[in-house]
């Protein structure tokens, strides 16, 4: 099972940014994702996660900011990110559940 991030990027504060995780491999194997993130000089932080059969469940820190969704057949999640602040900078990862299958992350830096 492969994971590839993508999405990342540089965006002001307040900005947007839509990050992806293409799924490849057994994927039918797969029944939760989840994304998280670290920061420099910080431990990795758990987001969020998605599971096919209930809603996704948020970190109180990006609760209302931030949006996991999947499309089963394009086997990609997505992570909407809204009103971000520099707080948010980090390299972003996902995840499959119950593995040790992570993607190979991206950066996200939000500038003041």
């Known amino acids: 099972v492969q994971l590839v991030e993508s999405g990342g990027g540089l965006v002001q504060a307040g900005g947007s940014l839509r990050l992806s995780c293409a799924v490849s491999g057994d994927t039918f194997k797969i029944y939760a994702t989840g994304w998280y993130r670290q920061a420099p000089g910080k431990e990795r932080e758990w987001l969020g996660a998605s599971r096919l059969d209930d809603d996704p469940t948020y970190a109180d820190s990006v609760k209302g900011r931030f949006t996991i969704s999947r499309d089963v057949a394009k086997n990609t999640m997505y992570l909407q990110m809204n009103n971000l602040t520099p707080d948010d900078t980090a390299v972003y990862y996902c995840?499959?559940?119950?593995?040790?299958?992570w993607g190979q992350g991206t950066q996200v830096t939000v500038s003041s």
């Open positions: 995840k499959i559940a119950g593995t040790n299958y």
